[in-house]
């Protein structure tokens, strides 16, 4: 019998053959006290190993560099800015001359609190960092301990590699040719490792939980990364469908790839506009690649993931390096959307019980007015360079955009005094995430220049369900017919106020919600590029009349699931070739 395990889509696409289990690197740490006169030798073996380290990281960057892209090898500038950290190498000389214990038991203790501060985040992609921290002090003890590194780089045979979690690292030094897929328990669509695979173009499931528990060396398995399963052992049955759902997927991606450079026009010459939702500046020439007509929602998280908050300077050049590659199309920064238990995440300075409906986003920005100014001077610096947007997450009152509008006109004024330019016109709007902002979208529509929504949030906040509980994640469903009232009310509104609008949350970056977009008036969608190709290719092959007509029937019945059910009928009508 065959058995299936679900998975997070981090690379699509469909691969099948023998499984092979990589258990990484075995470390045991030991644990001994010393004496006086050993203190020194055990420093000299701190900072031995620290230079090894710094060295295997720079040369990984660098053939990243030649292989892919330097942005690419930019993902290790974190893990060099944790190596040459003074606060955290004084830290473990400190403790090793006070406590006198080994150097691999201090730096694993303060390793562990470092990710224990991670792990208590709740968002996603800094909760992800963890394994960039685990992946430096993996490499610093093993060079403590002077062990050979154990890397899936020199893989000699095809396989899909199933892991309890692979480092960025592991992930860059994959052999492409052997590797076919790679199957995690751990991780997100956020993670470097996600975000390397893409690059890579190598399918790959993170947080499958399960896999590496059920799954034997030698297994033959099927990773499906377009529906998001493995299957363990699979029957003639499941092969077949698997082989024949292949070939498919590569007719569908030769026919797709004809469409790149024909524009994001429906059948009777509506014009829809598509751009591209990045987490790092790498993420540019993906999306451009795939159709990309600028950024719609340039998440600015990954500046604030050190201790040491991101200054002025800093900032300003990662957004330039996005801004300057799609001038003079436009890129919508968001400022940061975070709370104060993500930003001090390291210390016990500020802690929420419900950070979900706390202190974050606009809120926290508000509140750390030196933080929100650096960063606005640093986006409004990068309109000068380009097409800048601003945009402000999680407003839900119109005191808060009155506010956050009144800061930034007078940073302007501070930037006129000391001659800096920037774009005095640049549009400011708002995320619409929450229920408030769409009932009174009306009065929001005089402060805001234009309006995107979230819908991943939307969706949480009007169903009152948390997104990553496993418990009740049945509930959290994008086609709930108040979710779908939301939106047809908020497209009515901008419309009536003139008010340009987009959606940029992940419904706007699935296939299976385009049809039912278009019909209830969305003309602007911001998606990632993972089916940027499909969703053009929906766009291309229908009418405005006929998404018009599926939206109106869908307002009227009132079952998700009935609602489900109707839009699937209708695409695997139209779409056949399609596996939505």
């Given amino acids: ?94 403790t090793v001359r006070k406590e006198k214990r080994n150097v691999e038991w201090v730096l694993n203790d303060i390793s ?14 800094l909760r992800e960092r963890i394994i960039d921290f685990s992946d430096i002090s993996k490499r610093l003890i093993n060079n403590l301990q002077k062990n050979d590194e154990s890397n899936i780089a020199n893989l000699d045979m095809e396989a899909i590699v199933f892991a309890s979690d692979l480092t960025p690292s592991d992930t860059a030094m994959m052999n492409r040719e052997n590797v076919l897929a790679f199957v995690t328990d751990k991780g997100g669509r956020t993670s470097h490792t996600a975000i390397m695979a893409r690059a890579l173009e190598i399918p790959a ?41 292949q070939e498919n997927l590569r007719l569908l991606e030769i026919d797709l790839a004809k469409l790149t450079h024909l524009p994001f026009v429906t059948l009777d010459d509506v014009e829809i506009t598509i751009h591209g939702n990045i987490e790092l500046p790498i993420e540019r020439d993906i999306v451009k690649e795939h159709g990309a007509q600028g950024i719609g929602l340039f998440r600015s998280e990954f500046l604030f993931l050190d201790k040491s908050l991101p200054d002025e300077e800093n900032q300003l050049k990662e957004y330039r390096k996005v801004v300057d590659y799609f001038n003079p199309d436009p890129v ?21 019980r419900n950070p979900f409906l706390g202190c974050r986003a606009i809120r926290f920005s508000l509140q750390n007015i030196d933080l929100f100014i650096t960063q606005i001077r640093a986006i409004l610096r990068a309109s000068y360079f380009g097409n800048v947007k601003l945009m402000f997450p999680m407003i839900s009152t119109v005191e808060e955009i009155i506010r956050a509008k009144n800061i930034v006109y007078d940073i302007m004024n501070d930037l006129r005094r000391e001659r800096i330019p920037f774009d005095a016109n640049i549009p400011i709007g708002i995320m619409i995430e929450v229920p408030s902002v769409v009932i009174n979208a009306d009065i929001l529509s005089e402060y805001c220049d234009f309006f995107s929504v979230g819908t991943n949030d939307l969706v949480q906040y009007t169903l009152a369900v948390d997104r990553i509980s496993e418990k009740i ?88 699931d009935d609602i489900e059910k109707r839009i699937l009928s209708e695409l695997k009508t139209k779409f056949p070739m399609m596996d939505i």
Avoid at 112 to 119: F, T
Avoid at 332 to 352: A, H, N, P, W
Avoid at 489 to 509: K, R, W
């Fill in 1 to 94: 019998m065959s058995k299936k395990i679900k998975g997070i889509i981090a690379s699509p696409g469909i691969r099948m053959g023998k499984a092979y289990i990589h258990k990484g690197i075995s470390i045991i740490i030991p644990q001994y006290m010393i004496n006086e006169s050993q203190i020194e030798n055990e420093i000299k073996r701190f900072v031995e190993a620290l230079e090894k380290t710094k060295k295997e990281i720079v040369a990984i960057q660098e053939q990243i560099a030649d292989n892919l892209s330097k942005d690419m090898a930019d993902i290790f500038r974190s893990h060099l800015f944790v190596l040459e950290d003074p606060l955290i190498d004084n830290r473990v000389e400190e």
């Fill in 112 to 125: 562990l609190e470092l990710i224990r501060g991670l792990s208590s985040i709740e968002d996603e992609y």
């Fill in 205 to 245: 499931l993170v947080g499958s939980i399960y896999g590496t528990s059920i799954v034997r060396d030698g297994d033959l398995v099927i990773v499906d990364a377009i529906h998001g399963e493995v299957i363990i052992g699979p029957d003639k049955e499941d092969i077949d469908s698997y082989v024949k759902c």
């Fill in 332 to 352: 919508t920064i968001r400022t940061l959307d975070v709370g104060g238990d993500k930003i001090f995440s390291y210390t016990d300075d500020y802690k929420e």
């Fill in 473 to 560: 994640s049945s509930l959290y469903n994008p086609l709930n017919l108040s979710v779908l009232r939301l939106l047809k009310y908020i497209v009515d509104i901008a419309n009536q106020y003139s008010v340009p609008l987009s959606i940029c949350g992940e419904m706007a970056g699935e296939p299976k919600y385009t049809m039912l977009l278009l019909g209830l008036g969305f003309r602007n969608l911001s998606m990632g590029s993972s089916f940027m190709y499909q969703i053009k290719r929906i766009i291309r092959s229908v009418t405005i009349d006929e998404c018009e007509a599926l939206a109106n029937e869908i307002l009227c019945l009132t079952k998700t």
